[in-house]
C-alpha cells in the first residue's frame, strides 16, 4: 500500500497525522482512500467534480504525476505519494564589462574567498559587480541580507514598506529591539552597511506593485523572494519571466520550508508548478499559522547560497528541483520541477503577457495601511466596543472562539466558548439556530469562514468579531496579551 505524505497545512485535516498508509493501485484509487478516511480533507484537496486542485501538487516518488499518468498513474507498495501544496513564505549574471577592482582592505576582508579556486579574484570582482533584488527584509530577507552584503554583493536592493514591530524579533535577526517602530529597510541596511561598507544599498520604500515591479527589477541581475503573502509571489514570479531575471524563491510554514530557483532558461517558473493560488484563507500565513524563529534562516541561506553560485556560475543550481525542508524530521527531499509547456505566462503561447492585478487574481484584499481598531464595520459583523458592551449589560447571546487550544491558552475573552475552526463545521449542529451568536478569532479572519459556515446552516443572527481578540487588546482590555 502505498504512502502518503501529509504536509503541514492540511495536517489539521488528517488527525495531525503526517502520513498516511491507504490502499490504492493508482495514485487516485489513494487519494480517494485518503479522502474517505478524511472527509474534511476532501474539499481542501478535489474540486466539487472531483478533479484534484491545481494549488496542490501530487508528487510519485520524486516525479510530478502531471508527467506521468496523472492520477491513473499505478502505485507500487513502497511507493510514497507527496501532497504538496503552495505555502505564503537565474541565468548566470552576464560578466561585467569591466570588472571593478579591489581595494586592499577589500582584498583583506574577502581572503577566504580568494583563496578558494572557485571564487578566487575573478569570483570575488563578480560579486562586487552584482546586483541583487531582495523583496521583502522579514524572516527570509534577514538572513539574506547579512550573508548577502558580508560575501561583498556589491549593490543589493531592498523592498519593503513596513515598519519593525515586536512580533518580528524572534526570526527577523537584521532587526534589534530598539528598532521597533522604524521601517525595515532603514534597520536592515544600517545593519548591512555595518557587516560592509564597501556595498551599496538601494531602498525601494514601496509595496511592490503591478505599477511598479518592472521598473524596480529590470536594473537587478537576480531577484530572491522573501515575501509572506501569495499576490507578491505571483506579480515576482510574473515580472521575473517577462524581464528573464533568475527568481530564487524560499517559502516557510511553521517546521516546514521550500526552496528552488524559478525563471531560470529553460527552468520552471512559480506558475509551471501552482498555476493558480490557494482559495484566500486556506493556507494559513505565518501570522495565522506561525513559525519557527529558526526556520527562515535555514531557507534564507539557502536562498543566499543559490544566489551566490548564480553569480559565480559555479555548482548546480537548484533549477528545476524543488527542495523542500522539514525541520523535525531534520530531513530534505528534493522533487522535479519541469516547465509546464502549457504555463500561462512561460509556456509556448503564455496568456499573460503583461503584469495583471495581483490581490484581484489571488481573491485577497490589499494589505490595509489602517490599524485594526479603525476597520469599518459592515453589516454581520460588530466591534469590540460593542461586544463589551454586550457582555456588560449580560446580554443572552452565545460567545464563540474558533482559535486552536494553544492560542486560547495564550488568551481569551471572558464567557468565549471555544470551537477551533477546524472542527468547526462538526460541531455546528449543537447550537440553537434561533440564538445569537457572536463569533471572534486573533485577527477576524477564521472566525469570518466560521460565521459563513453557520450561515450556510441556516443561522439567521451571527456576528463576526472585527479585528478579533487583537482588537479585544487594543481597545477594550490591555491586559489580555497580543500575540
Ligand atoms: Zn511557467
Known sequence: MPKILIPTPLRQFTAKENSVTVPGATVGEALDALAARYPDLRQQLFTPEGKVRSFVNVYLNDEDIRYLGKTATPTAEADTISLVPSIAGGAAVAAPSEAPALSNEEILRYSRHLIIP?????????????????????????????????????????????????????????????????????????????????????????????????????????????????????????????????????????????????????????????????????????????????????????????????????????????????????????????????????????????????????????????????????????????????LDRGDKFVLLDVREPHEYKIAKIPGAKLVPLSEFASHVGEFDKNAEIVVHCKMGGRSAKACAIMRQAGFANVRNVVGGITAWSEKVDPSVPKY
Open 118 to 390: 572557485e571564487v578566487g579574484m575573478e569570483g570575488q570582482q563578480k560579486l562586487k559587480a552584482a546586483k541583487v533584488l531582495l523583496v521583502g527584509t522579514g524572516g527570509l530577507g534577514a538572513p539574506l541580507g547579512l550573508y548577502l552584503a558580508a560575501a561583498g554583493v556589491g549593490r543589493i536592493g531592498l523592498v519593503d514598506f513596513d515598519v519593525v514591530d515586536f512580533t518580528n524579533l524572534q526570526r527577523q535577526v537584521i532587526h534589534s529591539t530598539k528598532d521597533v517602530g522604524r521601517n525595515k529597510i532603514d534597520s536592515a541596511a544600517e545593519k548591512m552597511l555595518a557587516i560592509n561598507p564597501h556595498i551599496s544599498i538601494s531602498r525601494h520604500d514601496v509595496a511592490l506593485s503591478s505599477e511598479n515591479a518592472l521598473d524596480i527589477l529590470k536594473d537587478y541581475d537576480i531577484v530572491v523572494d522573501g515575501t509572506d503573502n501569495f499576490p507578491t509571489r505571483y506579480l515576482v514570479n510574473d515580472a521575473c519571466v517577462l524581464l528573464g531575471k533568475p527568481n530564487v524563491y524560499g517559502s516557510i510554514f511553521r517546521f516546514e520550508g521550500q526552496s528552488t530557483v524559478f525563471a531560470h532558461e529553460d527552468g520552471p517558473c512559480y506558475r509551471c508548478l501552482y498555476p493558480e493560488p490557494p482559495p484566500p484563507g486556506l493556507v494559513p500565513s505565518c501570522a495565522e499559522g506561525g513559525v519557527l524563529g529558526i526556520l527562515p534562516g535555514t531557507i534564507g541561506l539557502i536562498q543566499a547560497t543559490e544566489t551566490v553560485k548564480l553569480i559565480l556560475g559555479i555548482g548546480e543550481p537548484l533549477v528545476g528541483r524543488l527542495l523542500l525542508y522539514d525541520a523535525l524530521g531534520m530531513r530534505f527531499r528534493e522533487l522535479k520541477l519541469r516547465k509546464n509547456p502549457e504555463c500561462p505566462v512561460c509556456g509556448a503561447h503564455p496568456t499573460i503577457t503583461r503584469l495583471i492585478d495581483y490581490h484581484q487574481f489571488c481573491g485577497v484584499p490589499r494589505q490595509q495601511a489602517a490599524p485594526a481598531q479603525e476597520a469599518k464595520v459592515n453589516e454581520g459583523e460588530i466591534d469590540v466596543t460593542e461586544l463589551k458592551q454586550k
